[in-house]
C-alpha cells in the first residue's frame, strides 16, 4: 500500500499479498499460459479485491507497479519456464520472465515487475507455462503487490 499525503487527500491504493497454500499448475499443452494456481493471502488491500483475479475497485484509473518473486519447482526437469501478468485476459509483455529449470530436486527463483493503467474493474492475474506439455509447476512461495506507481 502506498500513501500519499497532500493539501487536498490521502491516497490509499494498493495490495500486498502472498501463497499460503501452494499448489500444481498443469500446463497441458506446451509453451501456453495457465493460471497460476494456490491459495493467497491478502495482509494488506486498499482499493482492489479478489474475487478472483485481483481486481481494481478505484474510483479513478491509476497507474500501478505489479511485482511477482516466487520460487517454482517442476516434475519435468530441462523444462523452461515462464511467468507473466494478465491484465483483462490479455498477455502483458513486457511481463514476461523465465528460467530453465535443469532438474527437479530444487527451488528455483523468478519474478517480473511491470507498470499498468488500471480503470475500476480492470483485473490482474499471474500465470505461468512450461515449454513441455504436461508438466506441472508448483510455486512453493510467492508474494506479489500492487504499489500506485503515479499519483
Known amino acids: 500500500m502506498t500513501v500519499h499525503r497532500s493539501s487536498q ?3 490509499k491504493d494498493g495490495v500486498y499479498a502472498y501463497l499460503s497454500t501452494p499448489a500444481e499448475t498443469t500446463c497441458t499443452l506446451a509453451d501456453t499460459y495457465y493460471f497460476l494456481e494456490g491459495t493467497f493471502t491478502n495482509e494488506v488491500l486498499e482499493q482492489w479485491e479478489i474475487t478472483p483475479p485481483l481486481t481494481y475497485i478505484g474510483a479513478a484509473p ?8 516466487a520460487s517454482i519447482t517442476t ?3 530441462n523444462n523452461l519456464i515462464h511467468i507473466a501478468l494478465y491484465k483483462n485476459g490479455a ?18 527463483t523468478v519474478g517480473t515487475v511491470d507498470v499498468l493503467e488500471f480503470n475500476p474493474g480492470d483485473n490482474v492475474e499471474i500465470r505461468a507455462m512450461a515449454s513441455q506439455a504436461g508438466s506441472k509447476i508448483t510455486a512453493e512461495h510467492l508474494t506479489t503487490s500492487a504499489e500506485l506507481f503515479f499519483y
Open 62 to 69: 491509476r497507474y500501478f507497479k505489479i511485482t511477482v518473486n
Open 75 to 77: 516434475d519435468t526437469a
Open 91 to 108: 498477455l502483458q509483455g513486457n511481463s514476461q520472465m523465465g528460467i530453465f529449470i535443469k532438474n527437479t530436486t530444487e527451488e528455483y
Open 9 to 11: 487527500a490521502i491516497i
